[in-house]
């Protein structure tokens, strides 16, 4: 198994929670915070015109941003952030966070305010969940299908 990160409003946290774990190199590869939209464009993949009509913060950015985490860093799964972490030029708190792999992500959205730091700590262990039982699941399927299948 083979793990990316592509995170914006989480600032690398998710990045720096998977590899305070011992034993992370076997299967974390890298990072990008990609904290801009053209960021977001050149080294991920999501499309200019996606985040023209969705918004930067939205579903459709935060999973596509999974997908280009797994092409960027050649990984099967990615886990990303995207979000306004704090009250902002009219926008209210609004985190998604997405996981999975290119051919299957999940996500979902975080709008309680608990202040800043406290939002992308919650949004930080919310995505780091998700995955783990993500993968526990996918790896259920995998295990029962070989049963099956022999």
Partial sequence: M?????????????????TAR?????????????????VKVRMLGVPAE?????GVVSR????????GACELFHTEYALASTGYAEEW?????EIWVAWGCVDDVH???????????KNVDIATQCVLDEFQKYVMQR???HHISEVYMA
């Fill in 2 to 18: 083979t793990v990316s990160t592509a995170e914006s409003c989480t600032g690398g946290r998710i990045a720096a929670a998977i």
């Fill in 22 to 38: 011992s034993g992370a190199s076997k299967y974390f590869q890298g990072g990008l915070v990609a904290y801009q939209d053209e």
């Fill in 50 to 54: 996606m985040i023209r009509e969705y």
């Fill in 60 to 67: 459709e950015v935060a999973e596509q941003m999974v997908k």
């Fill in 89 to 93: 030029e009219g926008h209210e708190v």
């Fill in 107 to 117: 996500s979902l959205c975080l709008r309680e305010d608990f202040g800043r730091v």
């Fill in 139 to 141: 790896q259920n399927l």
